[in-house]
């Protein structure tokens, strides 16, 4: 690791320019997890770690199940429930005296829920920890389901899904998630006709079915009384359901048919810019290749300004707002390779072309030791801003357990990433770089991206077979 030290080598001659100064080496040590982890029993684990420095405290609950049980025809029940939790109070107080009370104490309560995860979390002055967490539990356990409040929250819903077609942005990533995964929980997206579906009685009832069960995660921060914690956390969470949460295993979760094939589809929206996506399926969050793929992206287009993809189309050729690449990976299903870039709507085809350029350049030519070098580095260098507050370290610590990770990753990363090679990057570049299986999806005016730029060498048509999509409903996504 490259990271220096702010402080001079002890003894050192003192130089006579700054630029001569010499510093020592910084070896950080990411906390240990095992030092704040506790089992309550019961499926109860908790991520606690006190720190005095300032009067505040937070907790966060985290438990499995999320979006991806929605019942079809009524996509987006799941994460309305959880934020009417919050917004619709609770059987003792009405959503405006919650919401009086919070403010009072300078408090906040959340809940939410992902595609296969849901939580909630609290966070206020150490002194009124007590009392914000009874009023948590009871954002938990007892939600009143306000119907006026429900009223308003689908009209807010409602409203966004009326304005997902207003740009190019919008018309991509309202589109791309059915073209990429299919009739998968990872490609629906809310409707206007599901979420007319959705009624105090369906909320009532998801809430019902195993909202908090036994398998819960706790992490909590701050300034505590740590012999004190363990009882009020039991105490909190003492009404959760026994059974686990309605979640497959992590292995049987896969793509399921029903994505759209490789090619070009054209996504026409009568505006001069383009929002363009190029990308495949990859992989899932424990594939052993992990690493190396994300040392492969920082080199590729991940890394900012020094990276290849970025200095091609951007720097060099001026092409593009704004380029990258990304190796996403989520836990529990496959994630997406590939690049994301906006530019002028003529310009779409050969900047794509630039991006498809580098995808196989990087798969057909080692890397260099500087750009290896500083990939590394990049990632060693932000382990301390990982774990700046104590917040910051039981959430970075508690997501391992949640994404079923070794609890000692943070420990044997810094020897995983020293053990990537050129080679390693060649190969990982060539098994998982698949250009004939590339989807570009482009949100633009399809009469610009066909017209291109005479300036230009490549037409849309030398990408792949082309296909022209109109988007027309935006309540419905389609």
Known sequence: MRRENHLLNQGAPIP??????????????PPSAEEIRTELGNGLVVYALHDPTLPLFSLSV???????????????????????????GTAGMTPEALDERLEYLSAS??????????????????????????????????PRF??????????????SLRRRYD?????????????????????????????????????????????VPCNVI????????????????????????????????RETRAELPGASAPGVYLL??????????????????????????????????????????????????????????????????????????QCAAPNAAYASSLVIDELKRIAA??????????????????????????????QRLGVLEIDELPRDYYHTLREQLRAVSKEDIQRVAREHIRPAALRIIIAADADLVRAGNPAYPVSIEDLGEVHVIVPRDPLEGR
């Open 268 to 341: 026409d929206k009568k505006m001069p810019q383009a929002a363009v996506e190029i990308s495949h399926l990859g992989i899932e969050r424990h594939h052993p290749d992990y690493l190396p793929l994300q040392i492969m992206n920082r080199i590729l287009g991940g890394g900012g300004f020094s990276s290849r993809v970025v200095r091609r189309v951007r720097s060099d050729e001026g092409l593009a707002y704004g380029v990258g690449t990304f190796v996403s990976a989520p836990a529990g299903y496959p994630g997406r390779l590939g690049a994301s870039l």
């Open 62 to 88: 985290v438990w499995p199940g999320g979006t991806y049980s929605d019942p079809p025809g009524q996509e987006g029940l799941r994460a309305i429930t959880a934020s009417m939790m919050r917004l619709g």
């Open 109 to 142: 309560i959340g809940s939410w829920a992902g595609l296969t995860t849901s939580g909630a979390s609290c966070s206020c002055l150490s002194r009124d920890a007590d009392e914000v967490m009874s009023l948590l539990g009871d954002v938990l356990f007892e």
């Open 365 to 394: 030519e080692p890397v260099t030791d500087e750009e290896l070098a500083d990939a590394k580095d990049a990632w060693l260098d932000s382990f301390p801003a990982m774990f700046q507050t104590s917040s910051d370290t039981v």
């Open 167 to 211: 740009g190019v942005d919008q018309v991509l990533g309202t589109m791309r998630p059915p073209m990429v995964y299919g009739d998968t929980p990872w490609g629906r997206i809310q409707t206007a006709s599901a979420l007319q579906r959705i009624d105090r009685d369906s909320l009532t009832a998801c809430h019902g079915d195993r909202w």
């Open 218 to 249: 706790v992490m909590v921060s701050g300034r505590f009384d740590k012999e004190a914690m363990p009882a009020r956390i039991q105490a909190l969470l003492a009404r959760r359901d026994r059974q686990i949460g309605a979640l497959p295993p």
């Open 16 to 29: 006579d320019h700054p630029g001569k100064l010499v510093y020592g080496e910084l070896m950080f040590n």
């Open 146 to 159: 306000d119907e006026e409040r429900l009223r308003l929250r689908k009209e807010e819903a409602l409203e």
